[in-house]
């Protein structure tokens, strides 16, 4: 088969301790799904959960003990940090139920679901989509996947990231709205998840603006870390 250009090259993530990497296929991203946070936003309560979802290619990824180059985007003046748990789904399907969640995961990792957030309060101002404040170049930072049977007591993990050395969000896993299973659950009924999906469950309260020199530290407890530099 002859290509008018060169297709894209696969997108992987490496595997904690092993010698394979996890293959892209998309990323779904949950909104608003720690209360404290959608408090923050101006929503209350326990709204039905929502999606949107990020190019594959918006994926840094960030070795475990190395620190990762993020190029301040532009058109914005309000770059903003949403530190994340991230699932790996390893077991495609339609229609999962809670109960049965935990089989279609493969494993987690830590990531940031970076935000023009002035581009997307003016879309949502007009109403109109805000992929433009999601969606743009390099807005998808991650560091590695650790497989699930390595993972213990998430529930109880502790979420949390500082800018220059001062805690800016805190918060733990069992807060969220919606929990994981229950996500994918909502998820998979809107589309048929596949084996390379990540899903960026949700950020807690505290987020806010970072500045070229920043430099970001999180962690998801048990998961791992991720340390970034805003360039």
């Given amino acids: 088969m002859k290509f008018t250009h060169s297709p894209q090259a696969i997108i992987a993530i490496p595997v904690v301790n092993s010698d394979k990497s996890f293959p892209i296929h998309r990323i779904y991203c949950v909104g608003r799904n720690y209360e404290e946070h959608a408090k923050e936003m101006g929503y209350t309560g326990r ?3 929502f999606f949107f979802l990020k190019p ?3 994926l840094i990824y960030v070795p475990n003990g190395s620190t990762g180059e993020l190029p301040y985007p532009s058109l914005t003046q309000n770059f903003h940090h949403e530190i994340e748990l991230v699932v790996a789904i390893g077991v495609g399907g339609k229609n999962i139920k809670a109960q049965d969640a935990e089989n279609h995961i493969f ?15 003016d879309m949502k101002k007009q109403g109109r989509p805000w992929d433009i404040g999601k969606s743009f170049d390099h807005s998808s930072p991650m560091g590695p996947i650790l497989e699930k049977q390595s993972v213990q007591n998430l529930t109880q993990a502790r979420i949390f990231l500082s800018v220059n050395g001062q805690d800016r969000q805190s918060s733990h896993i069992n807060k969220l709205i919606w929990n994981i299973h229950e996500t994918i659950e909502h998820l998979s009924s809107a589309w048929a998840l596949k084996a390379g ?11 806010n603006a970072v500045v070229k020199g920043d430099l970001m530290h999180g962690f998801v407890e048990g998961i791992g870390s991720i340390d970034l530099k805003v360039i």
Wanted: hydrophobic share 30%; glycine share 12%.
């Fill in 47 to 49: 709204e039905a959960p």
């Fill in 107 to 121: 494993g987690y990792a830590v990531g940031l679901d970076m935000t023009r957030r002035d581009l997307q309060n």
């Fill in 56 to 58: 594959t290619d918006s």
């Fill in 197 to 207: 999906d990540l899903i960026f469950t949700g950020t807690p309260e505290g987020v």
